[in-house]
């Protein structure tokens, strides 16, 4: 869990620990089960806070409901029976249909959850290196090392909508195609004559 090493390494970084890798060969297995346990709840604060971090910064607001206007402005002759908000019944659905490319459509929700977590901790590791530099080390590095992170994590901030919006639209798109037949796209033309 990469969230329970950043933990560790700003505990490293500000003195807090000594932690290092030389413990793992004196754990024992209560040890061991109690340090998967902090880092499991270390985790899910850890991501609580990057779901609350990029909603605020990385404003996304009603991305879902746009892009389903835009699909329905796109398709002006497709009916739809569904709203935005209906998509993760339509996730659910297309789930239970087997639908093959139904793992690619979600890869791009994971590509956001993933950025999104490390967006806030390249700006956790910013801050560590900043607070290293005024209390303990005035090292030039640690600043670069900080402005490096910052800059880091608004790119990663940034690109994680992108990767919702393309969620959506691949949803969306797989949903209509479900409900389609070859027919649909291709008709024998009349012959003239």
Not at 19 to 41: C, K, Q, R
Request: glycine share 8%; aromatic share 12%; hydrophobic share 50%.
């Amino acid at each position: 869990n990469h969230k329970f090493w950043i933990g560790v390494y700003t505990a490293s970084a500000l003195g807090l620990s000594t932690f290092g890798t030389e413990i793992f060969g004196n754990l024992s297995v209560t040890a061991g089960l109690v340090l998967a346990a902090a880092g499991y709840v270390l985790g899910v604060v850890m991501d609580l806070m990057a779901e609350e971090w990029h909603r605020r910064l990385f404003k996304q607001s009603k991305l879902s409901q746009k892009v389903f206007e835009s699909f329905c402005t796109d398709h002006p002759d497709l009916e739809t029976k569904i709203q935005a908000d209906d998509r993760t019944l339509l996730l659910q659905f297309l789930k239970k249909t087997g639908s093959d490319h139904i793992a690619e459509i979600e890869r791009m929700n994971v590509n956001r959850v993933l950025l999104r977590n490390i967006s806030l901790g390249l700006a956790l590791l910013a801050v560590v290196h900043v607070v290293y530099f005024f209390a303990i080390s005035p090292y030039l590095w640690n600043l670069v090392v900080a402005l490096g992170a910052a800059g880091l994590s608004i790119a990663a901030g940034r690109k994680g909508p992108e990767f919702a919006k393309w969620f959506f639209e691949g949803l969306f798109d797989a949903g209509a195609a479900e409900a389609m037949q070859i027919g649909d796209f291709f008709t024998h033309k009349e012959a003239e004559g």
